[in-house]
């Protein structure tokens, strides 16, 4: 009797390859990316993190000193960086889409949406005081305006999580698991013609 090959593991059939979380601010990629890693025993990287290694600066420091096109030519150069690594599950900061260039490193490897609503984001970011795009008088609209200008761009992620309030980190990792293969099949191959 014939028997089916075993089923290949996430983490066989990415070779290697990347994850990239994109998502607003406050969506969870740091936590989700941890965790994913670990699942995948790959290499987790953070670009805001490694941002303000390279300069020991904070995020608000950098906004401060150089505005925000000073910190968008640093996360660019720390992206093209961290993308010569393989085996990396990568948290990016939530505005790593505006900047075209960009695309073409995270397009080396699969690129994963956590999409949050907008009232959640705010729950969560509410106190925050590390980002200095929310220190705004109206929270709320802010992270909304950013939303409505950036959503279409967070859809052109390989795939995308729709995050419901209340669920748990093993469960978002364990739906990005069983989403990877879908994302990895391959392309449709042209019709063999006989002659
Ligand atoms: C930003 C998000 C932040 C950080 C910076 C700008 C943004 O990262 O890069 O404050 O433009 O959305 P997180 O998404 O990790 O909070």
Same mark, same amino acid.
Request: charged share 25%; net charge positive.
């Given at each position: 009797m014939s028997q089916n090959p075993p089923a290949k593991r996430p983490v066989d059939q990415l070779q290697g390859m990347n994850l990239y979380l994109i998502g607003m601010m406050g969506c969870g990629k740091t936590t989700t990316g941890q965790r994913l890693a670990q699942a995948l025993n790959y290499r987790f990287l953070d670009t805001d993190a490694v941002v303000t290694q390279v300069t020991h600066q904070s995020i608000t420091e950098i906004f401060d000193q150089m505005g925000?096109?000073?910190?968008?030519? *640093?996360?660019? /150069?720390?992206? #093209?960086?961290? #993308?010569? %690594? +393989? /085996? #990396?599950?990568?948290?990016?900061?939530?505005?790593?889409? $505006? /900047?075209?260039?960009?695309?073409? %490193?995270?397009? +080396? &490897?699969?690129? $994963?949406?956590? @999409?949050? !609503?907008?009232? +959640? *984001? %705010?729950?969560?970011? +509410?106190? @925050?005081?590390?980002? !200095?795009? $929310?220190? @705004? !008088? @109206? !929270?709320?609209?802010? $992270?909304?305006?950013? *939303? &409505?200008?950036?959503?279409s761009l967070y859809a052109a992620a390989d795939l995308r999580l729709e995050i419901q309030s209340g669920m748990a980190p093993e469960t978002i990792v364990n739906q990005i698991l069983m989403m990877i293969p879908t994302a990895l099949k391959a392309p449709p191959q042209p019709p063999e013609y006989s002659n």
């Open positions: 925000e096109a000073g910190f968008r030519d *640093l996360e660019s /150069r720390v992206l #093209s960086q961290v #993308s010569a %690594y +393989q /085996r #990396s599950v990568v948290a990016t900061g939530g505005g790593i889409v $505006l /900047r075209r260039e960009n695309w073409g %490193y995270l397009r +080396q &490897g699969l690129i $994963l949406w956590l @999409d949050v !609503p907008v009232e +959640q *984001l %705010y729950q969560r970011l +509410q106190q @925050d005081t590390t980002r !200095p795009l $929310l220190q @705004d !008088p @109206d !929270p709320l609209g802010k $992270l909304k305006t950013l *939303l &409505g200008k950036r959503r």
